[in-house]
Every structure is written in C-alpha cells, then in structure tokens.
C-alpha cells in the first residue's frame, strides 16, 4: 500500500504528533508498505528524513506563504495535485488541521485514494467548546473519508465533523518497548546525581496550562508533610511563560525549592535516565489524548498518577498499574502520589503497567489497527 502521510508537526520536532507520525511511519515500512512523510513547515526549517521513511516539503525554498489560511490551504492544495499525479499514492493520512486538513477540501474528489485525519490535539476539545469552533472544525474536516483518534474523548467530541460514525475509531498511541525498557534506578541516580535514598517524583510536562503541572506543584507541599524527604523533578521546557513562572511562584512562595529540581527540556534519549531514576511518574492534565510520556513511564515499569481526563484513564488500571484522581484536585493528587510512595508496591505495579505496554500498546499493535482501518475505507469505495 501506498500511503502519505501528511503533518505540519514533525522532526527535528520532537512532540507528541511528530513522534506519532515517525514511529507509526516506521511500523508500516516494517510491514512492507511504501509510506512517504509529506511536511509542511511554516518556519523552513531543515528537513528531517529517517533511516527508513523519505520526507519531502511540501513548500520547498524559496515559497513563501501568505497570511491567510484559504490562501495557505488553496496553494497546498495544489502541490499535493502534482505529487499525488507523481506518486498516486492509496492513503493521504492527514496528522494536523489548519491548514492541511483545509488543503483536502481543496484537492477535489477521487476515487484513487481516501482521505484520513487523526484528531491528536487535546486543544480541538477547546475549539469545539464554542458555536463558532464547531462550525469551523466542521468545515477544515469535511472532506475526509475516514477519521482517527487516540483517545475516545477526542473520538466522541470530534463526530460532529460529519464523518459517519462506521468511518471512524479510537486508536491509541503506543511507545518503543525496547528504547524505553526499565533500566537500574541505582545507575540511572547516580548518572543524574539524585540521592539514593530519596523518594523521587518525576514530571515529563511542557509548563502549559493543559499540562496541568501547577497542580502537582501545588500538591507537593503535602506531600512533603506526609513524606519529609521526597524530591520533584520537572522535565519541560517553558512553552508556556505565564505558566513556567506560575509553577515558580508556587514553588518559592511555599518555600519548597530543596524538594524541586528543574531540569528543562531533556532530550527523549535522556528521558530514559530519569524514568530509569524515580519512584513514580505523575500526569496531572487537564486535557490529554493518549500521553506519550504516560506511556514511556508505562514501558520503563514505573506506576503512574494521572487525572481522569481525555485518554489517561485508558492506560492506567486504577490501584493495578497506578492511581487516577479528578482533575484541579490537589488534595487527591497529594494523597495519591503518597499512598504510591508509602503503601503501593511499586515494583508490581510497575511490572503490570509494562505488561500492558507490551500487550496492547506497540507501534507494531497500533500499525496493524491502523491498517486494518485503510482497509475498510478503501473497500467501501465504489467498485
């Protein structure tokens, strides 16, 4: 099979999306499929291939785009006219909206190949919230044949865009079981320089507000109260400013700076070191599809505590795997990331989070669901 996939989030990117489309692109050249990474980026940054999958811009130097999103998505329209005449690909799987997913309205019908949109973005969940929103979701998204979600939320929200409801299907992300395969805690502290003895909380988060991560700041005066010596570690860049200094406020104003450390944003390679050194990693969302992060915790054997929102409830197995609380809940945040600490055994339940990994949330699994999906659009063209 032939398939494009199709992004405006993607290397050197290193995000939730972007990482979506590399590893899932990978799977299915793994299953012998001829698949092609189409990036569109705004900023002309340097393209990215990987070892297996070929990427091409859509607006090579020296085009530049104009400010209107119809103007944007008329002229991606028409480079994707002439690569789909070269290529003819099956599947243009679409990984972002405006204005790629605009662009499909554009290309006019065919029946040599369908259209796919994987709804990632916790954000559309926020767009939709308005009148306004809707209708133009509605609109970016009307010309695809079929659509994909990695969380049911995001599935059940995103229906008003008018595909029927046989044409779409929650599958989730996954993660590589082997890059991020549990690794020796005393090795990974002693490489990181965190005390031995310490009972370590990490935070994989971006500082942005659906990231929730003030909340877990907030928690952590509890926490400490419960457990006199534990340690924070936050991995995240500032993305968002007000919030980054947000979380600051909170961590100076409660004087809880000898418990915190910042690390920034880590590279990916590096995140192993840091889920290889804590006791418990910690989603406290406000919004999520199905997190990344939560399942590179999962894969390395760490328990999580996560919020019931978007799809964290569908990876973590209440009291088996980690803890769920209510979102904005600090209190129930503190007491269940105390109760992990002191009275859960960890190391079972990290063993049952990475037994799920392995079962049901592979790029191999997901690229094989993924398929199975392309097939049933393709066989309800008209013969």
Known sequence: MRIAMITADYLPDV???????????????????DVRVWFWDPHDRETVSTDTVPTERLYPQPY??????????????????AKIAQWRPEILHVHTMAPLSLAMRWLGSSEDYRRIFTNHSSGYLNLVKTWPGRRRARFYCG???????????????????????????????????????????????????????????LSTRRFAVK?????????????????????????????DEQEWHAVQAIVEGRKLSDCVRFEGAVPNDRIRRYLAACDVVVLPSLMEATSISGLEAMSAARPLVGTRVGGIPDLIVDGRTGVLVEPRDVVGLAEAIVRVLRDCDREAMGQAARHRVLEEFTWQRVAERTLEFYRGILDKRPK
């Open 15 to 33: 995000g939730g999306i972007a990482s979506h489309v590399v590893e899932l692109s990978k799977a299915l050249v793994g299953d012998g499929h």
């Open 64 to 81: 530049r785009l104009g400010p209107s999103v119809i103007r944007q998505s008329r002229g991606l329209a028409a480079t994707l006219r």
């Open 143 to 201: 010309a695809f044949d079929g659509l994909l979600a990695p969380s049911q939320q995001l599935l059940d929200e995103s229906m008003i865009l008018g595909i029927p409801s046989g044409r779409c299907a929650y599958i989730a992300n996954a993660v590589d079981p082997e890059k991020f395969a549990p690794a020796d805690r005393t090795v990974a502290r002693a490489e990181l320089g965190l005390d031995p003895s310490r009972p370590v909380i």
């Open 211 to 239: 990231n929730g991560v003030r909340y877990l700041a907030e928690a952590l005066g509890l926490i400490r109260q419960a457990i006199p010596d534990v340690l924070c570690v936050f991995c995240g860049d500032a993305c």
